[in-house]
């Protein structure tokens, strides 16, 4: 099993990034995918769900009106559109498959800064 997350960096305020995670090793279609989020010295944090037709999103407070989860079953990727970035949002970006046993990825390491 593989989650190999790509896209972070370091953006400016207000600035926009698209994280992607590539899924490998498991039958992707039968996962629920996520994105979870950890800042310095906070804990793991859930920040979007999608059903694993995408047919159902949820999102963290935090975030809703400025993040969008998608996947494509066809590609086995997932991605993560962040717009309107804000300082609070820097943190390390986890890609996570849930079917029972969850999977996580290494994360990707977002930075929100002037």
């Known amino acids: 099993v593989q989650l190999v997350e790509s896209g972070g960096g370091l953006v400016q305020p207000g600035g926009s990034l698209r994280l992607s995670c590539a899924a490998s090793g498991f039958t992707f279609t039968s996962y629920r995918m996520s994105w979870y989020r950890q800042a310095p010295k906070k804990e793991r944090e859930l920040v979007a769900t999608i059903s694993t037709d995408g047919g159902s999103t949820n999102y963290a407070d935090s975030v809703k009106g400025r993040f969008t989860i998608s996947r494509d079953n066809a590609k086995n990727t997932v991605n993560l559109q962040m717009n309107s970035l804000q300082p609070e949002d820097t943190a390390v970006y986890y890609c996570?498959?849930?079917?029972?046993?969850?999977?996580w990825g290494q994360g990707t390491q977002v930075t929100v800064s002037s």
């Open positions: 996570s498959a849930q079917y029972g046993s969850r999977y």
